[in-house]
């Protein structure tokens, strides 16, 4: 069982930056994909943005040009910068992996909360 640990939310003023860091506990299988996805109050989660293995990367529309995602592979650890925050990037993020055998793990969420 890997265990996703995150951190770095918090409050942050309009235009202004957080950056999220995920830690993937020790396993012997190897992480493909690494996440960040967010659920904002009464809405479904959604993708943030993905990286593989490979550093392939992709976001959604609303944060491209603002985020980016980047990952440590002999670490196992994920990390989303986030630049130009809006009010409407509030939201629990949630950080994602999957492993080789296609095993699904989520993190606990950290709250992100941008004020106008």
């Known amino acids: 069982q890997v265990q996703l640990v995150e951190s770095g939310g918090g409050l942050v003023q309009a235009g202004g930056s957080l950056r999220l860091s995920c830690a993937a506990s020790?396993?012997?299988?190897?992480?493909?994909?690494m996440g960040w996805y967010r659920q904002a109050p009464g809405k479904q989660r959604e993708l943030v943005a993905v990286?593989?293995?490979?550093?392939?990367?992709n976001f959604a529309d609303s944060v491209k040009g603002r985020f980016t995602i980047s990952r440590d592979n002999a670490k196992n650890t994920v990390s989303l910068q986030m630049n130009s925050l809006e009010p409407e990037d509030t939201a629990v993020y949630y950080c994602?992996?999957?492993?080789?055998?296609?095993?699904?793990?989520w993190g606990q969420g950290t709250q992100v909360t941008v004020s106008s």
């Open positions: 020790r396993t012997s299988f190897t992480i493909k994909d």
């Open positions: 994602n992996a999957h492993d080789e055998r296609g095993f699904n793990y």
């Open positions: 990286i593989s293995r490979g550093g392939v990367t």
